[in-house]
């Protein structure tokens, strides 16, 4: 079965699969916990470094349905997000007894819905209407997440993605989805929702937009590393990521050098 591309050239010399790509990600915020960014964001939600993994994890995942035509993923966040609001509703149920904690994940799909928000959100939802979504683009999505790095998910995050990938296909299989379903959902479930947060001014929605934003620099900036070390292009924007990462990527140290 083909691999799953996340980039590719126009000259067909830069070939990136996705795995590779979520596999860079989750490598450069390895250090999550320890470091600035990563110590404000747990203060903030103390799930904080799960919901950026995971937001790594799925938010290029809609790029499976763009095969066809690999040099254009414009909207592929509107169907990886559509991906995560699906996982979500049972990954709550089942840590339920765990946790009480019914905002779980929605960090993470503010992130990964809004981690190309400069390129106009609005234009992108009009030019997903020409992606077809197939089961067999549901079959290579699954062989490539075989291929990502056992640190990325855990084996319950890996089975529970698995079988919502399974899901789909197969009710794709008796019945076409249609991409304005995706978008009504995009729009109703995850867009005015989280809005209703944003411009909230109580104070537990203060704190949430803050974990939002903080979840949504972290991806952007750790997504645009990767991609410019594997595809070669310098940008000044890019200059300014890498400084940020050095500043609030780093491990926190104390004055005898050891992580604090």
């Not at 990600?25 to 916990?33: A, R």
């Not at 470094?49 to 499976?64: I, N, P, S, T």
């Not at 296909?169 to 249609?178: A, G, N, Y």
């Not at 867009?191 to 939002?212: G, M």
Request: some cysteine.
């Amino acid at each position: 079965m083909k691999r799953v591309l996340s980039y590719y050239s126009e000259d067909g010399h830069t070939v990136e699969y996705l795995a590779d790509h979520i596999n860079d990600c989750i490598t450069l915020v390895g250090n999550l916990k320890d470091c600035r960014l990563g110590r404000l964001g747990v203060s903030l939600n103390k799930n904080f470094v799960d919901e950026v993994r995971l937001a790594m994890v799925f938010h290029d995942l809609g790029k499976a349905f763009y095969q066809n035509n690999p040099s254009s993923f414009s909207g592929h966040e509107i169907f990886s997000t559509y991906i995560l609001q699906k996982f979500r509703t049972p990954f709550i149920e089942n840590r339920l007894q765990q946790i009480a904690d019914y905002n779980l994940l929605e960090p993470a799909l503010f992130s990964v819905a809004f981690h190309h928000h400069p390129m106009d959100i609005r234009k992108r939802l009009e030019k997903i209407r020409r992606i077809r979504i197939s089961p067999s683009s549901l079959e290579a999505l699954q062989n490539e997440l075989s291929f990502v790095k056992e640190d990325a998910l855990t084996k319950e995050e890996k089975a529970l993605l698995n079988s919502i990938l399974s899901e789909l296909k197969s009710k794709i299989e008796k019945s076409p989805l249609i991409v304005d379903d995706v978008v009504r959902e995009f729009q109703d479930e995850v867009r005015h929702k989280l809005f209703d947060h944003i411009i909230s001014s109580k104070d537990e929605d203060i704190v949430a937009k803050r974990s939002y934003y903080l979840t949504l620099v972290s991806l952007v900036c750790v997504d645009y590393i990767s991609a410019c070390k594997r595809r070669g292009k310098e940008t000044r924007f890019g200059e300014v990521m890498e400084e940020f990462y050095k500043l609030y990527f780093s491990a926190v140290k104390g004055a005898n050098g050891t992580i604090t």
